[in-house]
């Protein structure tokens, strides 16, 4: 079994940015596939951005040069830096792997 544990949510103002982790308890120099998934009130949960093994990296078109998915196989990381946040980005952000879910963190962007 995988243990994925985010952190690094928070409230933010429009504009700003924060860095998501997730932290996953086996290493993940052998997992081809992390992505990060998003779900605000009354929506459905949906894909951020995933990054495979040999480091190319997706992006939903709402947070594309905003958002930057990388992973430090080193520390058995998953990062997403956020940038620019927006109102819309307001939602608690779902590290994913192989199977298996985090917790959630909760992103909130408002003034």
């Known amino acids: 079994q995988v243990q994925l544990v985010e952190s690094g949510g928070g409230l933010v103002q429009p504009g700003g940015s924060l860095r998501l982790s997730c932290a996953a308890s086996?290493?993940?120099?052998?997992?081809?596939?992390i992505a990060w998934y998003r779900q605000a009130p009354g929506k459905q949960r949906e894909l951020v951005a995933h990054?495979?093994?040999?480091?190319?990296?997706n992006y939903a078109d709402s947070v594309k040069g905003r958002f930057t998915i990388s992973r430090d196989n080193a520390k058995n990381t998953v990062y997403l830096q956020m940038n620019n946040l927006k109102p819309e980005d307001t939602a608690v952000y779902y590290c994913?792997?192989?199977?298996?879910w985090g917790q959630g963190t909760q992103v909130t962007v408002s003034s």
């Open positions: 994913y792997a192989i199977k298996y």
């Open positions: 086996v290493s993940i120099s052998s997992i081809y596939l």
């Open positions: 990054i495979i093994a040999g480091g190319s990296t």
